[in-house]
């Protein structure tokens, strides 16, 4: 069963609605929307299943909480929640050697004290936050739920995927990314697997899938790390997607060529197109001019619009091949 976006050119390109199971980028230019526009799509979809929306960039709960929940809720549904995800370090219950996060801590600041150097107690459980093996992300269980998880870190949110990795800086002073002992677990028992199956989640959000990368690679000697880092996140993404039947949205950062402003794609390289089978930009309206040439699905039925949505990737059509206007408003994208 498709999915609707709750904006109805975006359906029309999408053959209906979103795919039972498939990865979709949504990319373009800050401001142009595309926060807004997921956020939309998950309280259209949280109206019959529960949404995981992970928020990267920690935009959600201080930006566009406060000023969509109240419309959003109004056009799609009243009885949609939001409830924050927590990220809990723990410890794994089957090893033989079993100690808890107290009992750990009093080591720590024994061992320390002995050495006449005292711990504050947030500095204790980031040592034990090393420490632990493993993760679990731990909310109320509910019907009709956006569930916001925030993680920035990019070794973090891979960790969360079942991927053990670290990063670290070479003589050269390159950042590279090395996979250690535990290497990359069964997508569907990872952290966000587990919580998959246990909170019935629908769909998946990731805003942004580009802006923990971003702030860790920030250099051209950096790209084989990048891409490395893309392939095995998003490896497991298209593993979760298919195992459990769900859609998955990504929102992504444009690139633009230095020498060549006009052509532009998303962040991420060939890794990141590979993965996405739909992409769409998003952009705002050009001149009435220039939008009279363009080849538009649903010039007939939308009389008032201020954005374009290009299928940028597609199954069927060639890129550019066939947009979709679209208006956004105070109750958000039509």
């Known amino acids: 069963m498709s999915l609707h976006t709750g904006a109805e050119g975006f359906d029309e390109l999408l053959d ?7 990865l979709v980028e949504i990319f373009g230019e800050k401001a142009v929307g595309k926060s807004i526009l997921c956020f939309q799509i998950a309280y259209s979809v949280a109206s019959t299943k529960n949404v995981l929306v992970i928020d990267t960039e920690l935009g959600y709960e201080r930006s566009l909480l406060p000023y969509w929940s109240k419309p959003l809720a109004e056009r799609f549904s009243e009885k949609v929640s939001v409830l924050k995800v927590e990220v809990e370090k723990r410890f794994d219950d089957s090893k033989k050697r079993r100690a808890n996060e107290a009992v750990l801590k009093e080591a720590i600041r ?23 093996p493993s993760f679990k992300l731990a909310a109320q269980k509910n019907a009709n739920c956006i569930y916001l998880l925030e993680e920035p870190g990019l070794v ?17 002073g390159r950042v590279e990314f090395r996979l250690r002992t535990g290497g990359v677990k069964n997508a569907e028992y990872s952290p966000i697997g587990d919580f998959i199956r246990d909170k019935e989640i629908g769909m998946i959000v990731y805003d942004s899938i580009s802006a923990p990368a971003k702030s860790t690679f920030i250099g051209t000697q950096d790209l084989p790390a990048r891409s490395s880092s893309f392939a095995f996140l998003l490896g497991q993404a298209q593993k979760l997607s298919s195992k459990f039947s769900i859609p998955i949205i990504a929102v992504n950062h444009i690139s633009v060529h230095p020498h060549n402003p006009s052509w532009t794609h998303p962040y991420g390289g060939l890794i990141v197109g590979y993965d996405f089978k739909y992409v769409f930009l998003l952009e705002k309206e050009p001149s009435a001019s220039k939008l009279d040439g363009y080849p538009i699905c649903n010039r007939e039925t939308m009389k008032k619009h201020n954005r374009i949505l290009w299928a940028y990737r597609h199954p069927r059509i060639e890129q550019y091949g066939l947009a979709a206007l679209l208006m956004l408003d105070e109750r958000g994208f039509h």
């Open 110 to 132: 024994n061992l320390l004290s002995s050495y006449h150097i005292e711990a504050t107690e947030s500095q204790l459980s980031q040592i034990v936050g090393i420490a632990a």
């Open 16 to 22: 209906g609605g979103l795919p039972s199971g498939g």
């Open 156 to 172: 973090e949110l891979m960790q969360l995927h079942g991927i053990d990795g670290e990063m670290y800086v070479s003589e050269g």
